[in-house]
């Protein structure tokens, strides 16, 4: 009977979460940090592969936990503006289902940028809604930009 006491408290949070707000508790759970040090570790591979570069491209997933319906499930985003190779856990954003931002980075000194949620949260948004994806990845790979270099007038490659 203990074990359901976290499952619903957790369901409860995410009610909220969907209306916008979360508990800190839920926020700083082990599904959520795990989903945290994912993302970190991804960026970090994904720049050392050259699948993304530097600053670049984002990497967001949603929040796997069992007693939380799929659809109210966190996300979790990468932030825009900070290098790959030096993501953190902490630097992540988390986002309730319906896109409202949940927690945000704590700003760096100086001569760090402050955190900035990616422009393209709403389209990540519309892919989770429509698609139910699990994961949204969003790559400006070093050949691919190369490709672009090499005829700047040119809007399409194929």
Same mark, same amino acid.
């Given at each position: 009977?203990?074990?359901?006491?976290?499952?619903?408290?957790?369901?409860?949070?995410?009610?909220?979460?969907?209306?916008?707000?979360?508990?800190?508790?839920?926020?700083?759970?082990?599904?959520?940090?795990?989903?945290?040090?994912?993302?970190?570790?991804?960026?970090?591979?994904?720049?050392?592969?050259?699948?993304?570069?530097?600053?670049?491209?984002?990497?967001?997933?949603?929040?796997?936990?069992?007693?939380?319906?799929?659809?109210?499930?966190?996300?979790? @985003?990468?932030?825009? !503006?900070?290098?790959?190779?030096?993501?953190?856990? =902490?630097?992540?954003? &988390?986002?309730?289902? $319906?896109? %409202?931002?949940?927690?945000?980075?704590?700003?760096?000194?100086?001569?760090?940028?402050?955190?900035?949620?990616?422009?393209?949260?709403?389209?990540?948004?519309?892919?989770?809604? @429509?698609?139910?994806? !699990?994961?949204?990845?969003?790559?400006?790979?070093? =050949?691919?930009?190369? &490709?672009?270099?090499? $005829?700047? %007038?040119?809007?399409?490659?194929?």
């Amino acid at each position: 009977m203990a074990a359901a006491a976290p499952a619903a408290a957790a369901f409860n949070g995410l009610k909220a979460a969907a209306a916008g707000t979360a508990s800190h508790a839920y926020l700083e759970s082990k599904p959520v940090m795990d989903t945290r040090i994912l993302i970190s570790d991804l960026c970090r591979q994904f720049y050392t592969l050259g699948w993304v570069s530097g600053t670049g491209g984002s990497i967001t997933i949603k929040v796997h936990d069992d007693s939380v319906p799929k659809p109210d499930q966190l996300i979790v @985003m990468s932030p825009s !503006g900070v290098q790959k190779e030096r993501m953190l856990p =902490e630097d992540m954003y &988390v986002l309730s289902a $319906n896109g %409202s931002i949940l927690s945000s980075p704590s700003p760096k000194p100086y001569p760090n940028k402050p955190p900035k949620c990616t422009d393209c949260a709403p389209l990540f948004m519309k892919a989770y809604t @429509m698609h139910n994806a !699990g994961a949204v990845i969003h790559s400006h790979g070093i =050949e691919s930009c190369l &490709v672009t270099m090499m $005829n700047p %007038s040119s809007t399409e490659f194929r």
